[in-house]
């Protein structure tokens, strides 16, 4: 099998498996927080079992300030799961996932804000089109509250996640395998305070969902993803990354009968449309002063995966 189709079909099963996420977050019956908790537990357990069997502790590239980021980075990351699962509960997985991709413009807009980079008129223009279809989507009306929440929680979490990728891709010199398990491990202590372990009895089956949410979505997605990414073209990754919200959408409205409306529907191709050209543009050069201090531009993959 070559090298790039042996790629695609590892990222699309990653893909596939990511868009069934929602589903093991409301099937396990937990509150977010008690869901990232021991989705970081479980996750944890496999990504440290895989790097130990692959030797990937020997040599593993880390300084203070890498591990020091990779921190930090967890720390983004495991906010950003908990206000993508509580916008799950506010609206549907459909609405959440659809909204959360927007993530790539608030990689844009941190550049600018914190880099100073130059921000080209066709990117801009982009914006707005992903503005437009964001509108849509929301298909939000006077005293929809709910729709209101999971949304403001859907975008908070697309500007949390796109802030880990810029402080993760500044480590350099060490395995995605490390830097995702350092990730979650900052989430157990970080979480644990809001844990409700009384209420965790209570749930019965729905261990083996948050089981599931570790070994199968933290655990083997990453490593097919990170395996993918080494053999695949940015701009192959980018297009294969939108299986993850179709899959997404076809299983709310296979599993929970949820859709969205006509309106909103057309606001999908617009996000996609833009969120594609805006990853797939050639990065924008920064100001002079603060060249030096600008990361290694986001694969299309980083703001992707939930």
């Known amino acids: 099998m070559r090298n790039e189709t042996r790629g695609t079909l590892e990222l699309t099963l990653a893909m596939v498996l990511s868009g069934t996420l929602g589903i093991f977050v409301v099937e396990s019956g937990a509150e977010p927080f008690d869901v990232v908790f021991f989705r970081c537990l479980f996750g944890a357990v496999a990504l440290g079992a895989y790097s130990l069997a692959r030797g990937y502790f020997t040599g593993h590239g880390f300084t203070p300030r890498k591990l020091g980021l990779a921190a930090l980075g967890g720390v983004f990351i495991v906010f950003n799961w908990v206000l993508l699962f509580e916008a799950y509960e506010a609206t549907s997985i459909s609405f959440a996932t659809v909204v959360y991709h927007t993530q790539p413009f608030f990689l844009v807009v941190l550049g600018v804000v914190l880099f ?8 801009f223009g982009w914006l707005g089109v ?52 350092v990730q979650v491990l900052v989430g157990l202590p970080l979480l644990l305070p809001f844990v409700d372990m009384g209420g965790m009895k209570g749930i019965g089956a729905g261990w083996a969902w948050l089981v599931g949410l570790g ?24 297009v294969l990354a939108f299986t993850y919200p179709a899959v ?19 606001g999908v191709p617009l996000i996609v449309l833009a969120s594609l050209r805006v990853t797939l543009a050639p990065a924008a050069a920064p100001a002079p002063r603060t060249a030096a201090h600008v990361p290694a531009a986001a694969s299309p993959s980083a703001t992707r995966s939930a």
């Open 215 to 238: 070994l199968i979505h933290t655990g083997l997605m990453y490593v097919l993803m990170y395996a993918a990414y080494q053999k695949l073209p940015t701009a192959k990754i980018a």
């Open 248 to 266: 997404a959408m076809f299983a709310d409205w296979a599993v929970y009968g949820h859709h969205i409306g006509l309106v909103q529907a057309l």
């Open 130 to 181: 992903a503005f437009v279809g964001l509108v849509l989507v929301s298909g939000i009306r006077p005293g929809d509250t709910a729709s209101l929440k999971g949304l403001g929680l859907a975008l908070a979490a697309a500007v949390l996640y796109a802030l880990s990728t810029v402080v993760t891709k500044r480590i350099t010199g060490v395995r995605p395998h490390l830097i995702a398990l």
């Open 116 to 123: 100073r980079e130059r921000i080209t008129a066709a990117k």
